[in-house]
């Protein structure tokens, strides 16, 4: 955790004309940013950008891309990712069983129309140390001088880019974009469960398990007969590659009540996850 406010702890360590806007709250400024055009829209300004940067057409560039806009822009998510990366970091997710982390993946990816495309499981699961790859690859500073000299590039027919240099820093530039719009939805989406929460307390818990009814003798038997003849194991890993393929193959064209065959997906791999290796106990029955 950091001992000093997020204004002098930048000031610290940035120049002032690399600082557009002060920063109270990372997420704030991420709200801000991604309020001024979706992720889709932001990787393809930032493409069109360094494209047109690499094919030196200064004149696209200068009135089509408002090169000014995007560096104030881009300087602003820089820092509130570097501030971000000094906080307690949240990775319950990266933390929890592959299934789980599976199936809250899948649901994410079908709650939104554009999702990301150039992450790592890592960074997926633990979107803040994606953020840390970053500014361990291009410190504060240094990312700071490459953003300028793309500003520069952009309004100075003079100034020279280094090609290979530019293609790396866009590259990872895409995926602090791609991090910082997770923290952003899955912070959005924590507000809104608390705010429902809060306005109706005595609502149940969504896919709270019920045990209504004891099992059947001949349930149990039947199904302890079952995991001796198909391994646990073997069925829980065979059922998420399949569940892969499917997506892969069918992210166009998916039931409308997918969602519902996703959530009972989850709690079927997650009961596998459970009897691995273990007999099903016969006080039970």
């Known amino acids: 955790m950091i001992n000093v406010p997020y204004p002098e702890l930048l000031g610290q360590i940035c120049r002032d004309n690399f600082i557009y806007d002060p920063i109270q709250d990372p997420l704030t400024t991420f709200a801000s940013f991604f309020g001024d055009r979706n992720l889709q829209g932001h990787l393809k300004r930032l493409k069109q950008w360094k ?17 000014l806009h995007e560096h104030k822009l881009l300087c602003n998510l820089l820092n509130a990712a570097w501030l971000l990366t000094k906080s307690e970091r949240n ?31 890592t960074e997926l699961l633990d979107p803040l140390a994606g953020l ?17 000299n793309w500003l520069n590039t952009a309004l100075s027919p ?4 280094d090609v290979e240099e530019t293609a790396l820093f866009y590259r990872h530039l895409r995926r602090l974009i791609e991090c910082c719009w997770l923290i952003f939805i899955r912070n959005e989406n924590e507000s809104e469960g608390m705010k429902n929460v809060a306005a109706e ?7 709270e398990v019920q045990h209504s009814e004891e099992i059947a003798p001949n349930v149990l038997s039947g199904f302890q007969q079952f995991l001796s003849v198909v391994p646990a194991q073997r069925l829980n890993r065979g059922l998420r590659k399949m569940l892969i393929d499917y997506l892969f193959y069918n992210m166009g064209g998916l039931p409308t009540d ?6 009972d997906f989850y709690w079927l791999t997650d009961l596998l996850d ?4 273990k007999d099903v106990d016969p006080k039970f029955m």
Do not use: W
């Not at 504060?140 to 300028?148: G, N, V």
């Open 258 to 263: 997918f969602e519902d065959t996703l959530s």
């Open 91 to 121: 990775d319950q997710l990266a933390k929890s069983l592959a299934t789980a982390q599976d199936a809250f993946l899948s649901r994410e990816c079908l709650q939104h129309e554009f999702y990301v495309k150039h992450l790592s499981r």
């Open 132 to 148: 840390a790859h970053f500014f361990e690859s291009f410190a504060l500073q240094d990312a700071h001088r490459l953003l300028y």
């Open 274 to 277: 459970e009897i691995q290796g």
């Open 158 to 161: 003079n100034v020279m880019l």
């Open 51 to 67: 494209n047109a940067l690499l094919s030196y057409d200064y004149l696209e560039v200068s009135t089509v891309y408002h090169p």
């Open 201 to 207: 307390p005595d609502k149940e818990p969504i896919n």
